[in-house]
């Protein structure tokens, strides 16, 4: 009974959002009045990636909770790859209609999108090779290192500029992912990036069993999905979504999947 009145919330919420927005008549139509949404992504495990060991399938956590989320809403999903840097400016262009890969709620990301509220929490860390261990245990001892990796636009951005890491030690990836290749091959001493990543890409049993990931205190992030202004309903629809996928325990199927 729960999920029926949830979903029949959810579809009030979608019909209310395109009967506004396309009422207007200034082209600001809700995403979904093509029965499709377009959720842009970056390469992130184990967010959304393709996994070599079955058929290079694309998985993760949040592309099996785009797909479940868009089943639910009856619409079909569509995952396009892009530039982070640049992630804002393709929803506003409408070369997407959401922004979901462990996206950080920050106040840029409320001033400029319709946001969901959180649905996980994150935060960065430093990788360093596993001799330089003991050389960065604190956000201070960052600083020490002669480069910092980190993917533009990202946390892990904001995270050595709050710090005060020099631009002239900045080393600017276009993916989270090509900032731990940066560090094996000593490019950068330290890269700057998600807890969720670092502890599925880095340490025994992985390509980058030579390095390792150190909490060096930095806050708790929250993950949210960004969706245009004139989608705000998509937004709430999203949140009523996961309030009933971890109350029939989906949610934590999910979590135990891609984060145990």
């Given at each position: 009974?729960?999920?029926?009145?949830?979903?029949?919330?959810?579809?009030?919420?979608?019909?209310?959002?395109?009967?506004?927005?396309?009422?207007?008549?200034?082209?600001?139509?809700?995403?979904?009045?093509?029965?499709?949404?377009?959720?842009?992504?970056?390469?992130?495990?184990?967010?959304?990636?393709?996994?070599?060991?079955?058929?290079?399938?694309?998985?993760?956590?949040?592309?099996?909770?785009?797909?479940?989320?868009?089943?639910?809403?009856?619409?079909?999903?569509?995952?396009?790859?892009?530039?982070?840097?640049?992630?804002?400016i393709?929803?506003?262009?409408?070369?997407?209609?959401?922004?979901?890969?462990?996206?950080?709620?920050?106040?840029?990301?409320?001033?400029?999108?319709?946001?969901s509220?959180?649905?996980?929490?994150?935060k960065?860390?430093?990788?360093?090779?596993a001799?330089?261990?003991?050389?960065?245990?604190?956000?201070?001892?960052?600083?020490?290192?002669?480069?910092?990796?980190?993917?533009?636009?990202?946390a892990?951005?904001?995270?050595?500029?709050?710090?005060?890491?020099?631009?002239?030690?900045?080393?600017?990836?276009?993916?989270?992912?090509?900032?731990?290749?940066?560090?094996?091959?000593?490019?950068?001493?330290?890269?700057?990036?998600?807890?969720?990543?670092?502890?599925?890409?880095?340490?025994?049993?992985?390509?980058?069993?030579?390095?390792?990931?150190?909490?060096?205190?930095?806050?708790?992030?929250?993950?949210?999905?960004?969706?245009?202004?004139?989608?705000?309903?998509?937004?709430?629809?999203?949140?009523?979504?996961?309030?009933?996928?971890?109350?029939?325990?989906?949610?934590?199927?999910?979590?135990?999947?891609?984060?145990?």
């Amino acid at each position: 009974m729960k999920k029926i009145a949830t979903l029949i919330m959810t579809a009030l919420l979608l019909l209310t959002s395109v009967f506004v927005f396309t009422a207007c008549g200034n082209g600001n139509e809700s995403a979904i009045t093509d029965g499709k949404l377009t959720v842009g992504y970056t390469i992130y495990a184990p967010m959304n990636y393709f996994d070599e060991d079955n058929n290079n399938e694309f998985v993760g956590f949040d592309t099996e909770l785009a797909k479940a989320f868009c089943e639910e809403i009856g619409v079909e999903v569509e995952f396009k790859e892009i530039n982070w840097d640049n992630k804002f400016i393709d929803l506003e262009s409408k070369a997407i209609d959401c922004i979901w890969n462990g996206m950080t709620i920050t106040e840029e990301a409320k001033e400029k999108t319709a946001v969901s509220d959180a649905y996980l929490e994150n935060k960065q860390v430093v990788v360093c090779r596993a001799a330089d261990v003991f050389k960065y245990t604190t956000k201070q001892s960052i600083l020490n290192a002669t480069s910092v990796a980190f993917e533009g636009g990202s946390a892990g951005e904001k995270a050595a500029v709050a710090v005060g890491v020099p631009e002239a030690k900045q080393n600017k990836a276009t993916a989270q992912r090509d900032t731990l290749l940066e560090v094996k091959t000593s490019a950068s001493d330290i890269a700057i990036i998600d807890l969720t990543m670092a502890k599925v890409l880095v340490g025994p049993g992985t390509s980058y069993s030579d390095l390792v990931y150190i909490d060096v205190g930095f806050e708790i992030e929250e993950f949210g999905v960004a969706f245009r202004k004139s989608d705000a309903g998509l937004a709430k629809a999203f949140d009523l979504f996961v309030k009933m996928s971890k109350q029939d325990l989906s949610f934590a199927a999910l979590q135990l999947k891609y984060f145990s």
